[in-house]
């Protein structure tokens, strides 16, 4: 396997592609816009001017773009993935998106003689950028297998979920947990902003104890310095947020936690803030 096409070349995954690149694959890429990728293309990625013509040739094609309904576009429609891979291409679609959309795609590619993998990722743009992302693989295990040296130039936490969908329904626990993590850094930072304290010395202070936590370390200095920049967009975590409540309610779950945060990061959209990372949520207190 040596030969990938990429689409989906976004904040992650331009570093992804970069990383595979590290590792000596040969990357052929398809962007909506050349010009926000022409730093992966002057490292030795391939443009394409089209879906097709980045897939054909390719021993295995990675997605990672923003919604079901384009996870769909690039897999279903006219000329794109299934029109234009060859029989045996290995699918990996690393979106986060809905374990029902993960089964058709399994579903429908094996029937047309694809190998398809269901893979988000978690871990963030400083993830990607590292190379450690947590990766969450459902599929045929042999097809896992078959894959690991891609997901190991990207990722160090590799983990096969079972079946097809599965790795998509491990992605939604893992957004719960960050919703309800986050949260509480978002409300705490304001609650100790209005008290007066120094936020550097509360960090300092709390960091280590059991209140640490990754959220904390990654979200807390930008709170501090008022950095809002996304490393993953609030829109993009709407998205996830509503898959995971759907899902949970499909199953008679009600999850109190994260239909709040849900709430509250709606109302930022709608203040026109769904460019901006996720920490923004601290602006609702």
């Not at 042999?142 to 130039?153: N, R």
């Amino acid at each position: 396997m040596k030969k990938i096409g990429f689409i989906g070349v976004g904040i992650m995954g331009k570093s992804m592609v970069r990383n595979l690149m590290k590792a000596g694959f040969e990357l052929r890429i398809f962007a909506r816009h050349k010009q926000n990728v022409e730093d992966v293309i002057s490292e030795g990625a391939v443009f394409c001017d089209s879906i097709s013509d980045c897939v054909k040739g390719s021993d295995a094609v990675i997605t990672i773009v923003g919604f079901p309904p384009d996870v769909e576009d690039v897999y279903f429609s006219p000329g794109k993935i299934m029109a234009s891979a060859a029989k045996g291409t290995y699918l990996i679609d690393m979106t986060t998106t809905s374990p029902s959309l993960a089964e058709r795609l399994y579903r429908e590619g094996k029937a047309k003689g694809f190998h398809v993998i269901d893979a988000p990722v978690t871990g963030g743009d400083t993830g990607a950028k590292a190379g450690t992302l947590s990766i969450l693989a459902g599929g045929d295990k042999e097809d896992f297998e078959a894959c690991l040296p891609l997901f190991k130039a990207m990722g160090t936490n590799i983990n096969y979920q079972g079946k097809a969908g599965n790795g998509q329904h491990a992605k939604m626990a893992n957004q719960i947990l960050i919703a309800g993590a986050l949260s509480g850094v978002c409300e705490a930072f304001a609650y100790a902003k209005t008290k007066g304290l120094d936020l550097n010395v509360l960090l300092k202070s709390v960091a280590t104890g059991a209140a640490g936590s990754k959220q904390l370390d990654a979200f807390g200095p930008k709170l501090i310095a008022g950095d809002y920049a996304p490393g993953f967009k609030l829109k993009h975590f709407i998205k996830d947020m509503t898959l995971a409540d759907d899902e949970a309610k499909k199953e008679g779950l009600h999850l109190g936690v994260l239909e709040h945060v849900l709430e509250n990061y709606r109302a930022l959209e709608k203040e026109g803030l769904g460019e901006d990372g996720t920490q923004s949520l601290i602006k609702r207190y």
